[in-house]
């Protein structure tokens, strides 16, 4: 038990890290939106970097939250969307399963790429939401990052094809009530 309560506390230290390394960072083509909703009505929604965790939260009774992500960027995209419930557990909420792809569809302005996600643990004071996203690199396979423990897959590329190395682009943001959840700073 207490092996597990460390690594939660390591875990959410990483994660927190991650989110205030990346804060800001955006690639053109690609948003995420916080939103909350009321039956089949959108009541409020901002950015997910740049939610105002005051007007959007707490959700009323009868409200619910939903991530909805949009890929017009051209690329396909690495992306992982994790939630911290208020005890500091994780939540692998993209991709679902720890052994699926993060590989996130390309889309384009003309036929984005959309995925929504239902966010029922989201409803608690200390909660939190971190979206991660980078364009993927041309011919390299789905990167496996997330937060459950596992051997990583080094990136496969083509023979013959030289990458120019190049600083990437990164959209980072951390959703969360205006309440501390658990810390591990």
Do not use: C
């Given at each position: 038990?207490?092996?597990?309560?460390?690594?939660?506390?390591?875990?959410?230290?990483?994660?927190?890290?991650?989110?205030?390394?990346?804060?800001?960072?955006?690639?053109?083509?690609?948003?995420?939106?916080?939103?909350?909703?009321?039956?089949?009505?959108?009541?409020?929604?901002?950015?997910?970097?740049?939610?105002?965790?005051?007007?959007?939260?707490?959700?009323?009774?009868?409200?619910?939250?939903?991530?909805?992500?949009?890929?017009?960027?051209?690329?396909?995209?690495?992306?992982?969307?994790?939630?911290?419930?208020?005890?500091?557990?994780?939540?692998?909420?993209?991709?679902?399963?720890?052994?699926?792809?993060?590989?996130?569809?390309?889309?384009?302005?003309?036929?984005?790429?959309?995925?929504r996600f239902e966010?029922?643990?989201?409803?608690?004071?200390?909660?939190?939401?971190?979206?991660?996203?980078?364009?993927?690199?041309?011919?390299?396979?789905?990167?496996?990052?997330?937060?459950?423990?596992?051997?990583?897959?080094?990136?496969?590329?083509?023979?013959?094809?030289?990458?120019?190395?190049?600083?990437?682009?990164?959209?980072?943001?951390?959703?969360?009530?205006?309440?501390?959840?658990?810390?591990a700073k």
């Open positions: 038990a207490a092996r597990r309560h460390l690594e939660m506390l390591a875990r959410l230290k990483w994660l927190n890290q991650l989110g205030t390394i990346a804060r800001d960072s955006q690639f053109d083509g690609f948003e995420a939106v916080f939103e909350v909703w009321s039956g089949e009505r959108l009541l409020r929604s901002d950015s997910a970097q740049q939610v105002d965790a005051k007007q959007l939260l707490p959700l009323r009774a009868g409200e619910r939250a939903v991530l909805n992500v949009r890929n017009t960027s051209g690329r396909s995209v690495d992306l992982v969307v994790v939630g911290i419930d208020p005890q500091g557990g994780t939540r692998q909420v993209y991709p679902e399963d720890p052994g699926e792809t993060n590989r996130f569809k390309r889309g384009t302005r003309e036929a984005p790429a959309v995925k966010l029922p643990w989201f409803n608690a004071e200390g909660s939190r939401l971190l979206v991660l996203a980078t364009p993927a690199a041309p011919y390299s396979a789905p990167r496996l990052f997330g937060t459950g423990a596992g051997d990583a897959t080094p990136e496969v590329r083509v023979r013959g094809a030289l990458q120019p190395d190049s600083e990437r682009q990164t959209f980072a943001a951390m959703v969360h009530w205006p309440g501390e959840g658990p810390s």
